[in-house]
């Protein structure tokens, strides 16, 4: 069974020209998606549970085993839909929500009957053992934190409008003083200590770690923000290299890094829930569900 991983220079590729082989909407009614495609979904980085779930159980369970997911980034795969929408031609990414391009664009999830993707995700904070002892308030400003799907896509935006993810948080905190209270309720200011976050660079968790990195700062801690892979950022929770993070999506986009170092951090609960993952089409194609891509 074929179920080839491209590589970046092919998603650079794609950036540029994808949807050239397939042509509009309007021009290509004789041809099956696929043909329209090349049988191509654009995906992200390796590491998420988002394309191993997509190549290892999405594309032989819904038998198609002649599409190919391509591996790239979070921004690589942005700039191939952006170019694919503003010339009104077909392209297929994978998808999560929250994330800016819902709000840039009308894009629509492709129904999953088989619900392979699963109901809502959440986003979890974790934290590394000990840190409750070692750094008291920043372990419960961390508990505290919580928030909405609609709050981080407003960072989120900001941040695609060319703000840099600090001054978008900064922007955000001053605009949510309320509910960025109910996060530091009871958090005593602290002077100077050092709290090492790590975090992937998908747009939601560089805005939602950007956001926790203000508030900490805020009352005395200086954070030191390390961006890795995702399979580093549990490695350096669970060996004390790092001392937390908060965009650990779960049950399935980290369930294997949760199952391999479970039992060595800790684990916060949800900061955000309502998420969504599966495959995103512009709204502008012909298609409403994964089976579709079978004909």
């Known amino acids: 069974m074929l179920k080839k991983l491209v590589g970046f220079t092919s ?22 998606v696929g043909e329209q495609v090349d049988y191509k979904i654009v995906g992200i980085d390796p590491g998420a549970g988002l394309m191993k779930l ?20 979070s921004a690589a795969m942005a700039a191939a839909l952006k170019k694919a929408y503003d010339k009104e031609e077909p392209i297929i990414v994978t998808g999560w929500s929250p994330h800016w391009k819902f709000a840039s664009y009308d894009l629509k999830y492709l129904e999953d009957p088989k619900g392979i993707y699963g109901g809502a995700e959440d986003v979890n904070t974790i934290v590394r053992q000990g840190l409750k002892e070692d750094h008291p308030d920043a372990y419960k400003l961390l508990d505290q934190f919580n928030w909405e799907p609609e709050h981080i896509e407003t960072v989120m935006n900001l941040i695609q409008e060319g703000n840099e ?6 922007q955000w905190v001053s605009e ?34 950007h956001v926790v ?5 805020s009352v005395g801690y200086e954070v030191d923000l390390v961006q890795i892979d ?14 937390a993070m908060v965009g650990a999506w779960l049950p399935t986009t980290h369930a294997d890094y949760y199952a391999e170092y ?7 609960g949800p900061n955000l ?23």
């Open 11 to 32: 998603a650079l590729a794609l950036t540029f020209g994808l949807a050239a082989c397939g042509g509009n909407e309007e021009g290509s009614s004789s041809e099956s």
């Open 54 to 73: 997509t190549i290892d159980e999405v594309l032989p369970e819904y038998g198609l085993d002649e599409w190919e997911v391509v591996e790239s980034s």
């Open 165 to 170: 993810p600090a001054d978008a948080a900064a």
């Open 176 to 209: 949510n003083e309320e509910l960025v209270s109910t996060w530091t309720e009871g958090v005593n200011e602290v002077d100077g200590a050092e709290i090492k976050m790590l975090y992937v660079a998908w747009d939601d968790v560089i805005a939602g770690t």
């Open 213 to 217: 990195e203000n508030v900490l700062e």
């Open 230 to 243: 995702a399979g580093p950022m549990w490695a350096g929770i669970a060996d004390g290299s790092g001392d």
């Open 262 to 268: 479970e039992g060595k951090f800790e684990d916060l």
């Open 273 to 295: 829930t309502g998420t969504k993952l599966g495959l995103v089409v512009p709204a502008y194609m012909d298609i409403d569900s994964i089976e579709d891509l079978k004909e």
